[in-house]
């Protein structure tokens, strides 16, 4: 290739490179041991592989109860566990990331030009929700990474034959299968398609024909699947569709919605504002910014119906991505009112990116270190547990431990503060007449989310005929406190 070429393209994308740059330096800031959902997934993700390679028993139904296809990311994510442990899985979700990023430049470079593109990929790439996806090995990343590559498929063929739209297809269903509330983001992609062709100059019929057929075969592709793999319907709806609802505050929920997207959706509508006195085609320009404006809100309503904000601060992320562009163009015509226009990219439009970029730093790092530290737990529990079908082990949070000892350990061995049949019992007497008999080899307490239940079965091992004595109190450091893992062990 000419060096000249390669020089002239590098200078063209010094601005991305600078935001990729900046966007794994941050993320590398971020350390702790595994979240309970990554250890979960990665477990699961080898018990999956294991059986398609071994048909070796999972001793569990993942599709019922995960919010995805376990046979999507949770093995692909265990295909790199397996040679690069948890930092890799925690880098293939990086490597998603950076790729999101990335294509929110190309996205917005054809949208709105090459200053808001720059601006676009800054607040993205730093935002609090990036990243922390960024270094959180979960369905996330990947499935923000598949949305990013559809919205710039739609994007990119806007001056193409209207079939070429149904390359966005597959991609789509892939996203919506790697996790399902993915598909609250469907609709966007489907409208984007179909407006940006007379954003760009083209018919509406033209855009019209564009949606419906992007639209007819996301639907169909998507049945498809659902009827190749039955087993993932009971997931979807008790997950996504039938998922039970909390009693969070809706005054929390969107306090939360500010602090870690805010922002970027203020900046979005500066854009639309843009669009509707800046674009050629103001009409279906302004819907187009307004169409990626408004979904920005989608994770917040979605949740604020659920009332919850468990993983609103993940899920945030993914309006982002949608809102970006248009918060580029509307920061970037911002901070050229009254500059010459043949500036670079105004100091101001940087400086933000670089406050802006610090704040998420500061959101993100507590939130990335609130959970507790297992280092501790699991160098305990290693030299007490081990393979046989007569060791098992009761632990309140069996994620973490069950996926750092899982060459030491059988799935069947472990067992959980949640639910527990024995002898016919269910509840707290089942557990307490497991330990009156020594049915559990180790019984582990963090007095977390059965912290009332946790402290009935302490009362019972202190009072247990069977001889169950406190082997030690391991503590687990947090950004918020110190957790105290409590390791009782029948004698």
């Known amino acids: 290739m000419n060096p000249t070429a390669v020089r002239a393209a590098l200078r063209d994308r010094a601005p991305l490179l600078a935001v990729l740059a900046l966007q794994i330096a941050l993320a590398y800031l971020l350390t702790n041991t595994a979240f309970e959902d990554e250890a979960l997934y990665l477990y699961a993700g080898h018990r999956e592989l294991d059986f398609l390679l071994h048909h070796t028993p999972t001793y569990d139904t993942y599709s019922s109860y995960f919010s995805g296809a376990p046979f999507l990311y949770p093995v692909l994510a265990a295909l790199v566990d397996s040679a690069l442990g948890l930092e890799g899985a925690r880098a293939l979700s990086l490597l998603f990331m950076v790729g999101a990023t990335a294509l929110v430049w190309m996205t917005a470079r054809r949208l709105y030009g090459r200053r808001s593109a720059a601006?676009?990929?800054?607040?993205?790439?730093?935002?609090?929700?990036?990243?922390?996806?960024?270094?959180?090995?979960t369905y996330d990343a990947m499935c923000v990474?598949?949305?990013?590559?559809?919205?710039w498929l739609v994007v990119r063929t806007a001056r193409a034959n209207p079939a070429w739209a149904l390359m966005a297809a597959p991609v789509l269903v892939l996203a919506a299968a790697t996790k399902y509330a993915s598909a609250l983001y469907l609709p966007t992609v489907v409208a984007v398609a179909l407006l940006v062709v007379p954003a760009a100059g083209g018919t509406w019929r033209r855009a019209c024909v564009r949606g419906v057929l992007l639209a007819a075969a996301t639907a169909a592709l998507a049945w498809v699947a659902l009827v190749a793999w039955p087993s993932l319907r009971q997931g979807l709806e008790q997950t996504t569709v039938n998922r039970a609802a909390g009693a969070e505050p809706l005054s929390n929920i969107l306090r939360l919605s500010a602090v870690w997207g805010g922002w970027i959706a203020v900046l979005a509508v500066v854009g639309v504002g843009f669009a509707a006195r800046t674009q050629s085609r103001r009409v279906p320009a302004t819907l187009l910014a307004g169409a990626l404006t408004v979904t920005a809100a989608f994770a917040t309503l979605y949740q604020a119906h659920l009332g919850t904000s468990v993983s609103l601060h993940k899920h945030i992320g993914f309006g982002l991505l949608f809102a970006a562009p248009v918060a580029g163009l509307g920061l970037a015509s911002a901070a050229r009112l009254g500059a010459s226009r043949a500036r670079a990219l105004p100091g101001f439009a940087l400086g933000v990116c670089v406050l802006l970029a610090f704040y998420a730093n500061h959101a993100v790092a507590p939130m990335y270190g609130g959970w507790p530290d297992s280092s501790g737990e699991v160098a305990a529990l290693r030299?007490?547990?081990g393979l046989g079908t007569d060791q098992r082990y009761l632990v309140e949070e069996n994620?973490?431990?069950?996926?750092?000892?899982?060459?030491?350990?059988?799935?069947f061995q472990w067992l959980t503060t949640y639910y527990f049949q024995y002898k016919s019992l269910t509840g707290l007497p089942a557990y307490q007449a497991a330990i009156r008999d020594g049915y559990f080899n180790l019984v582990v307490l963090d007095y977390g989310p059965t912290a009332a239940l946790d402290r009935q079965l302490k009362a019972a091992l202190k009072a247990d005929p069977a001889g169950y004595r406190l082997l030690a109190s391991v503590p687990g450091k947090t950004s918020h406190g110190t957790q105290t893992y409590d390791i009782w062990q029948r004698v």
């Open 119 to 137: 601006v676009a990929a800054a607040l993205f790439g730093v935002s609090a929700p990036t990243l922390f996806m960024s270094r959180l090995a």
């Open 383 to 385: 030299p007490l547990v």
């Open 399 to 411: 994620e973490i431990p069950r996926y750092y000892l899982a060459a030491r350990t059988e799935p």
């Open 145 to 151: 990474f598949l949305l990013a590559a559809a919205l």
